[in-house]
C-alpha cells in the first residue's frame, strides 16, 4: 500500500522552464511534508519541507505548494537549469519530523539544455 | 558530502548468504535510519535507533536485524538472502530529539551500499 503517490515518474524539460512534480497523500496525520533530491551514486539530500500550517514555501527557484483539503502538495522548480537534473522523492510523516518517514517512487527530472 | 559513511559500497553473494552492512553517522547524530531502495518499491523505510536503543520500525523483513552500538555507529544484518532483497541500502542520521518530543531534524543519507544477490 503506496501512502503517498508521486507523479509523474518522469519529466523532460528546457533549461529556463517551469517542473513540476505533484503528490497526494491519503493519511490525514501526516503533518510534516518534505521533498529530497538525488543525484545518480549519491544518496537523497533534503531540498525543501513545509508543514500544514502554511499553503506556501520558497527556497530560491523552489516552491512547495500545500493544499491540506485535496491532501495533494507539489514541488515547483523555476528556471530549471541543467544542474537541476536529479531524481525528486516526496515525502510525508506523522511525527512532524523525520521519524518513520514515507517516500513517494520519485520523478527523475532531466533539464535540457 | 553528507558526513555519514556505509560500508561496503558493492556488494556481491549468493542466495541462502549473510551479510553485514555498516554505518558511521554525522558527528553528534545520534539517531540512525535504515532505508531500502529498489526500482519497484522506492525508498522504504526499515528501522531506526536512537541512542543505541530502538525507537521505530518499519518495513522490516524478519530475516533482517540492526544494533547500533556505544559509538553510535550502526550495523544492519541481512541473513538467508533471497534475490529480491537486491538493492540499495541507505543509512542516515539525524539530530533527534529526545524522547517524547517531535520533530526529528532533516535526514543525512550515506552514499549507501549496493547488495546484489545473485
Known amino acids: 500500500q503506496q501512502q503517498v503517490k508521486q507523479s509523474p515518474q518522469s519529466l523532460i524539460v528546457q533549461k529556463g522552464g517551469i517542473s513540476i512534480i505533484n503528490c497526494a497523500y491519503e493519511n490525514t496525520a501526516f503533518d510534516y511534508f518534505p521533498w529530497y533530491q538525488q543525484f545518480p551514486g549519491k544518496g537523497p539530500a533534503l531540498l525543501i519541507a513545509?508543514?500544514?500550517?502554511?499553503s506556501e514555501k520558497k527556497e530560491g527557484r523552489f516552491t512547495i505548494s500545500f493544499n491540506k483539503s485535496a491532501k495533494q502538495f507539489s514541488l515547483h522548480i523555476m528556471d530549471s537549469q541543467p544542474g537541476d537534473s536529479a531524481t525528486y522523492f516526496c515525502?510525508?510523516?506523522?511525527?512532524?519530523?523525520?521519524?518513520?518517514?514515507?517516500f513517494g517512487k520519485g520523478t527523475k527530472l532531466t533539464v535540457n539544455p | 558530502d553528507s558526513g555519514v559513511t556505509q560500508t561496503p559500497k558493492h556488494l556481491i553473494t549468493a542466495t541462502g548468504q549473510r551479510v553485514t552492512l555498516r554505518c558511521s553517522p554525522r558527528?553528534?547524530?545520534?539517531?540512525v535510519y535504515w532505508y531500502q531502495q529498489s526500482l519497484d518499491q522506492g525508498l522504504q523505510f526499515l528501522i531506526q535507533y536512537y541512542n543505541g536503543e530502538e525507537r521505530a520500525k518499519g518495513n522490516i523483513l524478519e530475516r533482517f536485524s540492526a544494533q547500533q552500538f556505544p559509538d553510535l555507529h550502526s550495523e544492519l544484518n541481512l541473513s538467508s538472502l533471497e534475490l529480491g532483497d537486491s538493492a540499495l541500502y541507505f543509512c542516515?542520521?539525524?539530530?533527534?530529539?529526545?524522547?517524547?518530543?517531535?520533530?526529528?531534524?532533516?535526514?543525512?543519507f550515506g552514499e549507501g551500499s549496493r547488495l546484489t544477490v545473485l
Open positions: 542516515a542520521s539525524s539530530v533527534a530529539r529526545a524522547s517524547g518530543g517531535r520533530g526529528d531534524g532533516e535526514l543525512f
Open positions: 513545509i508543514r500544514p500550517d502554511v
Open positions: 515525502a510525508a510523516s506523522t511525527q512532524g519530523g523525520s521519524e518513520k518517514l514515507v
Open positions: 558527528s553528534g547524530d545520534l539517531s
